[in-house]
Structure formats: structure tokens, C-alpha cells
């Protein structure tokens, strides 16, 4: 069994870490349990961070605003001040600082990695404040728990959250025949349902037609944020019957009788167990791990596992990585930047991200500027977490991240960025070697690759030789 | 007035369709003709950007959403004020619309809508290269396509050695890529492979770090690149956030702040091709339009029928160019949105065939399946 397949299911082996005996076990006995952050430094709630995100916005819409409605420049002012003293500025690089630590550290990469699968899957795209407060908090709190329940449970926690919620403007699909919806002569917003259906559980392969959407819209009508004068948009989930569309309603074929907030258990129910929901997300597992275009042979057993375990995520998780090193041999992955900047971190011990006092934050001035590098660096190499463009998030598709400009990121990274982040003690040559030994079965061929700068120890000579290893075709791809 | 279902239509392609394609050879034929695509994701509101006037319905429909002032075009049609670099060339013969156009699809998810808006095909997910890749390869215009965005648009693939331009925060040492290219073997790195061919054979004013988050400069350097005889001859800009569910807004609001960014790139363009202006087409892409109705956020819904604005020398005048279908509850599509009578990919087909001095039916052929797309060279560009 080839090294590659640490990073094809995890992040490559630190200088600690060495390869194990039977590495399909020591994958598969990762994704029991959830594994506990290990980020020392503040890890606030997602209620916390939301109330946070409340002030902000009331603060700047109701009371900047009509403030300084005269005076642009001094509303610039008091607008900045918010910013800092509300953490605005702050808390999306505290949450990626716990993200990368995690991926750095953690004992259980492996889940990790599906960790970050399903954040994406349930992606939250850049909209309003939302990577600012919420999708790191919605990441750890809503995704990671449900990872070892069924996907079933997943499905229902997400639809239910007020990031999701929020990202698909649940909140303001009113039912025309509800008594908000008729006092307010309002109607639906399709957005949430459609991706639930399109997204999240059965994808268009289900052939499921407008009609289909409307009555799943219709089903989530009411379910909403707890709207007040102070929170405005960012108060509490609940359903609120009086936005609820009355009557049965028909998705897929499958009629839903007028059964209020139980309705909407019921059609994720039966959407999360659809087998074309199933064979869609064991495709899209396969191809984030496998290869882009993964094979009915890598797809079939996770859809076996997937039936036989009534949809238990342990289970599905651990046939997937089953098929990962089946097929390990065979197949190439290429990674995406995030993933190839945790390997690398993870591989070199690099200092990625910056140490948890370092990101301590007093709300009183800007965050600096090694505060905000690791942000900056990710938002440079195009792959900024919690602001994919669209609400299908980020892709798994090599062609979508080969074009010039992304692998230059990727050459201007490892060159010119990296050496400042080596670590005063691993700034030798044998450092490097033996990083690559740990790693790579021809660690030789790359070791001679940077022959050259062997006795070179400027950052530009560490530049040269990260700036090789980091871009061949072993280390972008597993 | 109220907009019913009238034909706006002169002329037809029909002639030109029996009389096979003779290209005229010219010196201006001989010049470079630019053609520039940019992707307006998210879902472009036609009936926001080129407004109906008078329409008693749309203001019914639309009560939060009524733009006040609009600039005039014509009797039936104005512009969203934002866009005035539309207006002002539209003086000159050098704007025009086309309305009520759409790409064929009708499902209304912005991601299947967005594939084949750029793959052109009928099948979301089933073709793997865009519309203007096939018609680049097929015209033989290798090397030509320049992309003004971080990844490689879907719209362009399908011919090797495009360039994109999103430059990175320092300079960066290509000789790094000497020293590891011939570790790129085998079928499996071919796309890494000739990525790096481009990188290799970039010129050097595209080797300078800049700031990618300001447009103005990244426009700046795709007129640079378009204006040089032997540069590109098709760029793609990318935009996003025209997916506006919720406060829309009408003269300002989210669906102005993003027509005002197409505003930008095309004075840019304009101020800074120069006379490459004259032989340059730019035309927006997007993958459906929006609801007639507003929704409970003040915003709209997907819709199907939109718009497509154009700017460019190459056009043959001013107009606005539609098969009007008319807004009546039974002239929508399904009820709710303007309906789509042209396919827009006629119009891109025929873009392409005048930028690429091709024959509009060998285009259709090579590029559309052959799908029935009418010539409309004739109508809308000069040939």
C-alpha cells in the first residue's frame, strides 16, 4: 500500500506521525466517534456568534444608519467601530484558525476530511454576514454532531438550522393560503426547497418538476427565525403556524397531509431515503475521495452499505474509505487548494495556523495582520472556505481548479509565502528529507529535484525548494 | 402603452439561409475581431435592465420593484439608469438588446441553468467543454481565449492553451516550473501539463502582481491584451450576484449595484480598446431571467425569458431586437415569467461566425449538435 493514500483519505503524516500497519484500520477506527476540537484558544457558541451578528446589524441598519444619515463620512467611522467591537472583523479567522488546527492535529484526520466533505455538500455560500458569524459555528455545531447518526438526521438538523434557513431565505416564504400569507397578500420563496430537493437529498436526476418545488416550498412554509425589533432576522428557528400553507400537499408523487411542523419530518424522511438521494451523495462521496469520475464498482458497495445500514453515516463513511483503498493504486485525486494547504501544513509542520494566544482578540482595535494571514492566504490560493459563490459550494472537479492563474497561486504560495511560516527549528535540508520520506515512496526523486539548494537556508532558497515539491504531480494529487 | 404580442422582427434570416454564407474579404475582415463574453450568474432580470414601458401589468405585478426613471431607448423599451454606457453608445449605433431571449432551458436551478448556459447543450452536466471552446477549436483559433476570472469558466474549455488573467499578490518565479515539468506524466496530468505550456508562453505585462479585487484594473490589462493584434481574441469576464431574492431594489438595490459592475467593465473596455472597439463584440451570458412578480422579500424568483445587452462595433445599429411575447398572465411562461422567443444561442452562434469569420451554419454544426439556431448575423452585426 502506497503513503498517497494518507492524503487521499486524510492530510499526509506529520514529522510525528508514522505510517501504520494496516492503514485501512487505522482509517476505518477514526470515524466511530467524533473527535473533540482541539483548538485552545475561545471556540464560541453558534448562538453566541449569532447574537453577535444581531448587534451588528441593528446597530449598523437601525442605529447608524439614521444616525448619521447626513454625514457619510462620520457613519464610516461609527460603522468601522461596530465592526471591531462587534468582532465582525474577526471571528471568520478564528473559525478558520480552528478549522486548520483541527485538520493539523487532529488524531482522527480521516473524519476530518468527511468533516469537510459535508460542509460543502451543505454548503453555506458567501451571503449577508454569514461567513463572518455563522458558517464556522453552523459547521461545528449543526454538521459535525450528526456525523456518526444517519444522513437522515443530518438532513433534518441542517434544514432546520438558521444559518441554512437564513442562506436560503426560508424566512420570507410565506403560504398564500396561510393567515400571514393572506393578510400580507405574500407568497413562497422557492430557494430552500429547491435545494433541498436539487442540492442536498435527490438531485435533478429524480425528475422532480415546478410543481414538485412549490409543494415542497409550501410543506417549509413557516419555518422561520423568531423575527423582533432587537434581534431582527438573527432570533431562533420555530415554526410559525400562522405562515403555514393549510391543505395536503403532493411531492414527488407522495402525498403529505395537512399535518403543520410534522410535515416537513415526513417529506425529509422520505426524500433522505429515496434511492436516487442515495446514489447521488455515494457518487459525490466517491468522487471527492476516489476519482472525478468514479465508477459504478466504487459506487455500488457504499450504496449496499448505505441500504444495509438504514443510512448510518459510520457506515457509509467507512465503505467509502474501503473503496478509497481499494482503488488507491489506480486512480488520482486531485486536491483542492484548502486541502493541499492543510497536507502541506500537516506534512512540514508548518506554522499554519498561528498559535491560539496569537489569535487572542481584544475587540478594541483591527485584528492584525498575522490575525488575518491565514484568511488572506486561503481567499489568494481561491478557496476561501465559507464563501463558495453558490449555494453548491465548492467543487470536486480538477478542471474547475487547473487554470494558470490558480496553479501560479499555488507556485506563489509555496514560494513565496511558505518559508515565512517554517518554523526556525525545520529550516534544514534533512528536515525537508525526511518530511518527504514520511510521505512519498519517491521522496529520492523529489529529494534530488532540489539538490541544487541544498546548502542554501535564506527564505529564498527554502522558497525554491518548497516551491518545487509543493507543485509535483504526487503532492497535488493522491 | 400596453405591450401585447407584436412583432418587432424586420426583415428575415431566411434569405440569407437559401443563399449559403459568401464571408466578404476585406481589410476590415482581416482585422482582429474581439469577441467578449460576460457571465451575469445568478439569473439577469431582463424587465430590470431593459425595462417595458407603460406596461400597466409589470407596475401591478411589481409594485416595489418600478424603476422611476429609466433612460429612453425607444417607444417600448428603456434602460436601467445604471447602464449608461449602454445609453451613450446606443447614440452611436454601438448598443443594442436582445429581449425575451433565453437559453432552452426552463428548470430554473441556477447551477444546472449556469452548465448549460456555458456548454450550450440540453443535458446539464453532460458536456464537459463550453460553447465558445467548441467554436474557438472549430474556427482553429488556438491559444486566443483569455478568461478574467481566478478558475477556468466551463464556457471556454473544450480548446487547449487559454489564458486567464487574476494575477497573484507577488511576483511569482516561473522558472520554478522548468525545474518540475517533465515530472508531469502520463494521460492523468495532461491538463496540468499544457496549463503550464500557457503559463510558460504568457507575456510579461501578465506576469506583474496587482490587486484581482479591483475590476478596473483587471479590465484594464484584458483591453490591453485584446487591443494587441496578436492577443487574445475572446475574453471572459465572470460576475455573480444577480440572484436577487430579496431586496432587489429598482434605480438602486442589489439587482442596480450589479448591472452598474457590467456598467464599469464596458466603459472600461470602451474608454481603453480604442479603435479595436470598432472590430470588438461584447454580449452578456446568463442562465434564466426572473419572475414577473415580486416576491415576499422584495426580490424575485427564477424565472425563464431574459436579456441580452450588447455593446461593440461589430454591431449593425442600435435597437432593440424581440419577439415581444407580451406579459398577459397567458403569454408567460407557465403563468409567471417572461417567456422566451429567441434562443440565444442563435445569437451567440451568429456572434461567433462574424468574430470568427466562419460560416454561421458550419458553426451551428460543429458547436450546436446542429440544433436549429437561426442566422441572425445579418439582423444583428456587420458583415
Not at chain 1, 476530518?112 to 454569514?130: M, P, Q, T, V
Not at chain 2, 496530468?189 to 508562453?201: A, F, G, H, P, V
Not at chain 2, 407580451?326 to 442563435?346: H, V
Amino acid at each position: 500500500m502506497s503513503l498517497k493514500f494518507y492524503r487521499r483519505v486524510a492530510f499526509g503524516l506529520s514529522p510525528n506521525d508514522k505510517p501504520d500497519k494496516d492503514p485501512l484500520n487505522w482509517a476505518l477506527n477514526q470515524l466511530n466517534t467524533i473527535p473533540n476540537l482541539l483548538w485552545p484558544g475561545i471556540i464560541p457558541t453558534e448562538k453566541e456568534l449569532r447574537k453577535k451578528y444581531g448587534e451588528w446589524v441593528y446597530g449598523d441598519r437601525e442605529v447608524l444608519r439614521k444616525k448619521f444619515k447626513n454625514d457619510k463620512h462620520a457613519y464610516r467611522k461609527a460603522k468601522d467601530e461596530l465592526r471591531i467591537k462587534t468582532g465582525e472583523r474577526y471571528f471568520e479567522l478564528n473559525e478558520h484558525a480552528i478549522r486548520h488546527y483541527q485538520t493539523k492535529y487532529s488524531k482522527q484526520p480521516v473524519f476530518e476530511r468527511f468533516w469537510l466533505f459535508w460542509g460543502n455538500h451543505f454548503a453555506i455560500s458567501e451571503k449577508d454576514f454569514l461567513a463572518e458569524f455563522s458558517t464556522g459555528p453552523y459547521q461545528r455545531e449543526i454538521i459535525r454532531p450528526t456525523m456518526v447518526k444517519t444522513f437522515e438526521e443530518m438532513v433534518q438538523s441542517v434544514t432546520t438550522s438558521w444559518c441554512m434557513i437564513h442562506h436560503l431565505d426560508n424566512s420570507e416564504s410565506f403560504g398564500p393560503n396561510s393567515k400571514k400569507g393572506m393578510e400580507w397578500r405574500e407568497t413562497i420563496n422557492e430557494n430552500h426547497a429547491r435545494e433541498l430537493l436539487e442540492l442536498h437529498t435527490v438531485s435533478p436526476n429524480a425528475g422532480y418538476t415546478q410543481d414538485d418545488v412549490i409543494q415542497l416550498a409550501y410543506i417549509m412554509t413557516g419555518w422561520a427565525h423568531k423575527w423582533d425589533r432587537k434581534n431582527l432576522e438573527t432570533g431562533d428557528i420555530w415554526f410559525d403556524q400562522e405562515m403555514h400553507q393549510k391543505g395536503d400537499k403532493i411531492v414527488l408523487g407522495v402525498k403529505y397531509k395537512n399535518d403543520a411542523k410534522r410535515e416537513l419530518a415526513k417529506v425529509i424522511h422520505d426524500l433522505a431515503t429515496h434511492p436516487i438521494c442515495i446514489k447521488f451523495v455515494s457518487t459525490k462521496l466517491c468522487r471527492h475521495f476516489i476519482t472525478d469520475e468514479p465508477t459504478e464498482d466504487m459506487i455500488n458497495p457504499v450504496i449496499e452499505a448505505w441500504n444495509k445500514s438504514n443510512g448510518s453515516l459510520i457506515e457509509i463513511h467507512k465503505a467509502v474509505i474501503t473503496q478509497a483503498y481499494k482503488h488507491n493504486e489506480n486512480t488520482h485525486k486531485f486536491h483542492p487548494p484548502e486541502i493541499w494547504l492543510m497536507q502541506l501544513s500537516r506534512m512540514f509542520d508548518l506554522n499554519i495556523p498561528l498559535s491560539s494566544e496569537k489569535m487572542n482578540y481584544s475587540f478594541s482595535s483591527k485584528p492584525n495582520r498575522r490575525q488575518r494571514q491565514l484568511s488572506w492566504i486561503l481567499r489568494e490560493i481561491g478557496h476561501s472556505p465559507y464563501r463558495a459563490k453558490q449555494p453548491n459550494g465548492w467543487s470536486d472537479f480538477e478542471a474547475d481548479w487547473v487554470s494558470p492563474e490558480l496553479l501560479l497561486r499555488r507556485f506563489w504560495f509555496s514560494s513565496v509565502e511558505l518559508p515565512i511560516h517554517v518554523k526556525s527549528g525545520n529550516r534544514s535540508h534533512d528536515f525537508i528529507l525526511a518530511c518527504l520520506k514520511n510521505n512519498f515512496e519517491d521522496h529520492e526523486n523529489m529529494a534530488s529535484l532540489i539538490e541544487n539548494f541544498r546548502f542554501g537556508t535564506l527564505d529564498y532558497d527554502l522558497g525554491q525548494k518548497y516551491g518545487v515539491i509543493c507543485n509535483l504531480p504526487g503532492v497535488l494529487k493522491a | 402603452m400596453n405591450c401585447t404580442r407584436r412583432n418587432f422582427l424586420i426583415g428575415g434570416s431566411t434569405t440569407l439561409f437559401l443563399s449559403g454564407y459568401f464571408p466578404k474579404i476585406s481589410f476590415a475582415s482581416m482585422q482582429k475581431k474581439n469577441l467578449i463574453i460576460i457571465s451575469l450568474r445568478g439569473g439577469m432580470d431582463g424587465l430590470t435592465a431593459v425595462p417595458v414601458i407603460g406596461d400597466k401589468r409589470l407596475k401591478k405585478l411589481r409594485r416595489k420593484l418600478i424603476l422611476e426613471d429609466v433612460l429612453n431607448l425607444n417607444s417600448d423599451f428603456g434602460l436601467h439608469p445604471k447602464l449608461e454606457i449602454f445609453h451613450k453608445l446606443w447614440q452611436t449605433n454601438q448598443a443594442a438588446f436582445v429581449h425575451a431571449t433565453n437559453i432552452p432551458y426552463t428548470g430554473r436551478s441556477h447551477f444546472d441553468g449556469q452548465n448549460l448556459m456555458e456548454t450550450g447543450a440540453h443535458i446539464p452536466y453532460k458536456e464537459k467543454t463550453g460553447w465558445l471552446g467548441r467554436g474557438l477549436l472549430a474556427s482553429n483559433i488556438i491559444g486566443k481565449g483569455l478568461a478574467i476570472s481566478l478558475p477556468m469558466p466551463l464556457l471556454l474549455r473544450g480548446v487547449p492553451q487559454n489564458n486567464n488573467f487574476f494575477p497573484s499578490p507577488d511576483f511569482v518565479e516561473t522558472n520554478l516550473i522548468d525545474q518540475i515539468y517533465n515530472e508531469f506524466k502520463g494521460e492523468h496530468n495532461e491538463l496540468i501539463k499544457s496549463t503550464l505550456d500557457t503559463i510558460r508562453q504568457r507575456p510579461l505585462s501578465m506576469q506583474i502582481a496587482t490587486d484581482s479585487d479591483d475590476r478596473r484594473k483587471l479590465a484594464l490589462e484584458a483591453a490591453k491584451q485584446l487591443k494587441d493584434q496578436s492577443g487574445p481574441r475572446v475574453a471572459v469576464f465572470d460576475l455573480d450576484g444577480f440572484d436577487t431574492h430579496a431586496a432587489q431594489g429598482g434605480v438602486d438595490g442589489a439587482h442596480a449595484d450589479e448591472l452598474e459592475e457590467v456598467n464599469k467593465i464596458v466603459t472600461i473596455l470602451h474608454e481603453n480598446l480604442g479603435q479595436a472597439f470598432d472590430n470588438t463584440l461584447i454580449l452578456t451570458l446568463t442562465e434564466f431571467g426572473r419572475t414577473i412578480k415580486q416576491n415576499g422579500g422584495y426580490g424575485t424568483e427564477h424565472g425563464y425569458g431574459s436579456a441580452i445587452l450588447m455593446a461593440g462595433g461589430l454591431l449593425k445599429k442600435s435597437q432593440v431586437y424581440t419577439d415581444w411575447p407580451g406579459l398577459k398572465k397567458k403569454e408567460l411562461f407557465e403563468g409567471r415569467d417572461l417567456n422566451s422567443t429567441i434562443d440565444s444561442r442563435a445569437v451567440y452562434n451568429s456572434a461567433m461566425s462574424v468574430c470568427f469569420n466562419q460560416d454561421p451554419e458550419f458553426l451551428r454544426k460543429e458547436v450546436f449538435w446542429g440544433d436549429e439556431l437561426p442566422d441572425l448575423s445579418q439582423e444583428l452585426f456587420k458583415i
